[in-house]
């Protein structure tokens, strides 16, 4: 992967604000919307959810999780050609204690201002996407498999 298209995978995953969020339920699929913030060096995605939610149900049950990033569609293009990467990881509660919480609680709060009163909220708990593997596709035919250690080399991109 050259690095323009390395630069416009760390954008995207820096600044959309919406995933789809795959877990298992029960031994079955279940897909849910999440909003998100990435990691400074791109080592985790974090999300803030409701315990009373399916999806963080779910995360309770088994910790692999899919995390997908879309570019928008604005109907003028074949959504075919969209840019996304699937992420696929473990999710691990990030507790208050944390050594990172209070800068993951400030950048998501940053990104999504409304989120505020949910971190005084006894049922929202702060999950930490930890990427093991992702597939991202920047368009047709720019298709790349990423690892673990690809993620480090995103961190030096800028948006």
């Given at each position: ?8 995978l760390?954008?995207?995953?820096r ?73 696929c ?22 990104k999504?201002?409304?989120a505020?009163?949910t ?19 920047g ?5 790349f ?8 080399h ?6």
């Amino acid at each position: 992967m050259d690095a323009q298209t390395r630069q416009s995978l760390a954008r995207r995953i820096r600044t959309q604000r919406v995933a789809a969020l795959g877990t298992i339920r029960d031994t079955a699929p279940l897909v849910s919307m999440v909003l998100y913030v990435a990691a400074a060096d791109i080592s985790a995605v974090y999300i803030h959810v409701s315990r009373l939610a399916q999806h963080t149900q779910a995360l309770r049950q088994d910790r692999r999780v899919s995390l997908m990033i879309v570019e928008p569609d604005s109907g003028e293009m074949d959504p075919q050609t969209l840019a996304r990467v699937s992420i696929c990881g473990d999710a691990t509660e990030t507790p208050p204690a944390a050594g990172n919480y209070k800068d993951v609680k400030s950048a998501y709060v940053a990104k999504f201002p409304r989120a505020a009163v949910t971190f005084g909220l006894g049922d929202f708990v702060l999950y930490g996407i930890t990427p093991h593997t992702a597939r991202y596709v920047g368009g047709f035919g720019k298709i790349f498999d990423l690892a673990a250690e690809d993620f480090r080399h995103l961190a030096s991109m800028t948006t």
